[in-house]
Antibody, heavy 118, light 107 residues
Framework: AVQLVESGGGLVQPKESLKISCAAS????????MYWVRQAPGKGLEWVAR??????????YYADSVKGRFTISRDDSKSMVYLQMDNLKTEDTAMYYC?????????WGQGVMVTVSS | NIVMTQSPKSMSISVGDRVTMNCKAS??????IAWYQQKPGQSPKLLIY???NRYTGVPDRFTGGGYGTDFTLTINSVQAEDAAFYYC?????????FGAGTKLELK
């Protein structure tokens, strides 16, 4: 069965950094684009970042709200995807979902909570 | 950047009714739209991809349509378990923007 398991969330102060991870299994990870999607408490879904596959040069894309502060990366040998979050702001507080698929997010993890507060 | 506008924001429907919700893209996205269902406390679930393709295991009462800038998700004979938030998303090309969602409540 497909599994996406996020980890590394927690409480951090504004301007601090945090790296969250996602372990994938049950599908051919190296063939899948990987995404991060977040959801602030009581709000809708917000796409955060996408990383493509090796044949597509691991191209990355970011929402304007995180560009220059967040970095998505992947390790195909470990079936892992990461989101390095720097200079965190209170408005980054959200549940962060790891998702995977071809041209669209097909599989979703259960999410990891990131809280940015002083 | 593309803006995805969903309407209505919420709707209250009776079991057995037919419901249609809308998603409008600010520019032509072809058929590059997906629809997701999210229930409280759960992760989103993929319903429809490339505008009209029903995902594996999704009941056939869910139908997606549209092309270009205007898209619809129709639920025929709504069931109690369909009460949820529904989101459209621009797919294939980034940014993969979501709409703000439509809340479907059952009377």
């Amino acid at each position: 069965a497909v599994q996406l398991v996020e980890s590394g969330g927690g409480l951090v102060q504004p301007k601090e950094s945090l790296k969250i991870s996602c372990a994938a299994s049950g599908f051919t990870f190296s063939n899948a684009a990987m995404y991060w999607v977040r959801q602030a408490p009581g709000k809708g879904l917000e796409w955060v970042a996408r990383i493509r596959t090796k044949p597509n040069n691991y191209a990355t894309y970011y929402a304007d709200s995180v560009k220059g502060r967040f970095t998505i990366s992947r390790d195909d040998s470990k079936s892992m995807v990461y989101l390095q979050m720097d200079n965190l702001k209170t408005e980054d507080t959200a549940m962060y979902y790891c998702t995977a698929g071809g041209g669209y997010p097909e599989y979703w993890g259960q999410g990891v909570m990131v809280t940015v507060s002083s | 950047n593309i803006v995805m506008t969903q309407s209505p924001k919420s709707m209250s429907i009776s079991v057995g009714d037919r419901v249609t919700m809308n998603c409008k893209a600010s520019q032509n996205v072809g058929n590059n739209i997906a629809w997701y269902q999210q229930k409280p406390g759960q992760s989103p679930k993929l319903l429809i991809y490339y505008a009209s393709n029903r995902y594996t295991g999704v009941p056939d009462r869910f139908t997606g349509g549209g092309y270009g800038t205007d898209f619809t998700l129709t639920i025929n004979s709504v069931q109690a378990e369909d009460a949820a938030f529904y989101y459209c998303q621009r797919i294939y090309n980034s940014p993969n923007t979501f709409g703000a969602g439509t809340k479907l409540e059952l009377k």
